[in-house]
């Protein structure tokens, strides 16, 4: 029997790395949750590189329809390089890093602080210089992630940021959505794409599409295309795709469209249909389209978790395609675990 890879079995302690947050963060979270109501911040800044990084773009789509409050990220080195002084007053800041190391997300949380912010780390590292540069801190409890390739930290920290926002927001329909997710990402976990896997077979290129919250997750599998599979991947806002990327589109060209149960899943399945009829081989996860093909996927019980257990059947296939292509997902080549940046 061949041996399961690190980032296989990781996959497969999502729902228990979920639960055990949910389990031993609550307190944590009403604490911050508290803290950032009495602010009642006019914006939110973040700061994060990578995986994390996509957790803060899907956390921008949560702050923005759920609580009205834009979001944008600010560059760690206009901390780390160019120490510039930002005005921060009335604002919040949410630095996200498994590690908690990198000394540019500890320099620019450092200075959100003393420029005004109230700064919040979401870390696996409680101890971490980001969680003692910051007022507060959120341990997303994934426990020991070994491979290479983030899974169970980027839904932990997903979670933890999604849950800060709904309490804060005292949102109970969201609140009971993001309780039953462990039971809703062990399903999700056991789902691979093979007709994705297939599509893609010998091609170096691909697309993915996502809109809305979703743009996060399709963010995310790009940067797993590459980083586990040598595979060039670009994501692409579903309206944005057709401003110009769509001209490299040839037949059999694959693209990977991600859906939640909202708003947007009208207009992503109406941009998968047209990107099939130009004769590439799309796949998304909505049964809302008719020219391409729609994927198995597990509905989560609202549209702003759907993106969480997408993103769990999305990390089973591409696990599984790197393997088939003998690539080791746990080693991608020229990288490891904790990348430090200034």
Same mark, same amino acid.
């Given at each position: 029997?061949?041996?399961?890879?690190?980032?296989?079995?990781?996959?497969?302690?999502?729902?228990?790395?979920?639960?055990?947050?949910?389990?031993?963060?609550?307190?944590?979270?009403?604490?911050?949750?508290?803290?950032?109501?009495?602010?009642?911040?006019?914006?939110?800044?973040?700061?994060?590189?990578?995986?994390?990084?996509?957790?803060?773009?899907?956390?921008?789509?949560?702050?923005?329809?759920?609580?009205?409050?834009?979001?944008?990220?600010?560059?760690?080195?206009?901390?780390?390089?160019?120490?510039?002084?930002?005005?921060?007053?009335?604002?919040?800041?949410?630095?996200?890093?498994?590690?908690?190391?990198?000394?540019?997300?500890?320099?620019?949380?450092?200075?959100?602080?003393?420029?005004?912010?109230?700064?919040?780390?979401?870390?696996?590292?409680?101890?971490?210089?980001?969680?003692?540069?910051?007022?507060?801190?959120?341990?997303?409890?994934?426990?020991?992630?070994?491979?290479?390739?983030?899974?169970?930290?980027?839904?932990?920290?997903?979670?933890?940021?999604?849950?800060?926002?709904?309490?804060?927001?005292?949102?109970?329909?969201?609140?009971?959505?993001?309780?039953?997710?462990?039971?809703?990402?062990?399903?999700?976990?056991?789902?691979?794409?093979?007709?994705?896997?297939?599509?893609?077979?010998?091609?170096?290129?691909?697309?993915?599409?996502?809109?809305?919250?979703?743009?996060?997750?399709?963010?995310?599998?790009?940067?797993?295309?590459?980083?586990?599979?040598?595979?060039?991947?670009?994501?692409?806002?579903?309206?944005?795709?057709?401003?110009?990327?769509? #001209?490299?589109?040839?037949?059999?060209?694959?693209?990977?469209?991600?859906?939640?149960?909202?708003?947007?899943?009208?207009?992503?399945?109406?941009?998968?249909?047209?990107?099939?009829?130009?004769?590439?081989?799309?796949?998304?996860?909505?049964?809302?389209?008719?020219?391409?093909?729609?994927?198995?996927?597990?509905?989560?019980?609202?549209?702003?978790?759907?993106?969480?257990?997408?993103?769990? #059947?999305?990390? #089973?296939?591409?696990?599984?395609?790197?393997?088939?292509?003998?690539?080791?997902?746990?080693?991608?080549?020229?990288?490891?675990?904790?990348?430090?940046?200034?």
């Amino acid at each position: 029997m061949t041996q399961s890879t690190k980032m296989r079995r990781e996959i497969d302690e999502i729902p228990a790395a979920v639960d055990r947050l949910l389990t031993q963060g609550a307190a944590d979270i009403a604490s911050v949750a508290n803290a950032v109501r009495g602010l009642d911040p006019a914006f939110v800044m973040t700061v994060a590189r990578g995986s994390s990084d996509h957790v803060c773009t899907y956390l921008k789509y949560v702050s923005e329809i759920l609580l009205g409050v834009p979001v944008a990220s600010v560059g760690p080195s206009v901390g780390s390089i160019y120490d510039s002084t930002l005005k921060l007053n009335k604002g919040l800041s949410v630095a996200v890093s498994q590690s908690g190391q990198s000394p540019d997300i500890v320099a620019m949380a450092g200075n959100a602080g003393r420029d005004g912010a109230l700064t919040v780390a979401l870390t696996n590292d409680a101890g971490s210089p980001l969680a003692q540069a910051s007022a507060h801190t959120l341990n997303i409890h994934a426990g020991p992630e070994l491979s290479v390739a983030a899974t169970k930290t980027f839904v932990t920290s997903a979670v933890a940021g999604l849950w800060l926002m709904a309490e804060w927001d005292r949102n109970t329909a969201l609140l009971a959505a993001i309780r039953a997710l462990p039971k809703q990402l062990e399903a999700a976990a056991q789902i691979n794409w093979p007709e994705v896997r297939e599509a893609i077979g010998a091609h170096q290129s691909l697309f993915t599409l996502g809109r809305g919250q979703a743009l996060a997750v399709s963010n995310e599998a790009a940067l797993k295309f590459k980083e586990t599979c040598q595979l060039h991947a670009e994501s692409y806002s579903s309206a944005e795709v057709l401003h110009g990327p769509v #001209s490299i589109v040839g037949e059999g060209f694959p693209v990977l469209g991600f859906a939640a149960a909202d708003a947007a899943e009208g207009a992503l399945a109406d941009i998968s249909d047209q990107i099939a009829a130009k004769g590439a081989q799309v796949f998304a996860t909505t049964n809302r389209v008719q020219g391409a093909a729609c994927i198995d996927h597990i509905r989560t019980d609202h549209g702003l978790t759907d993106p969480l257990s997408l993103i769990v #059947s999305f990390y #089973s296939m591409v696990e599984a395609f790197a393997t088939s292509r003998g690539i080791d997902p746990d080693a991608p080549r020229h990288l490891k675990k904790v990348t430090e940046t200034v």
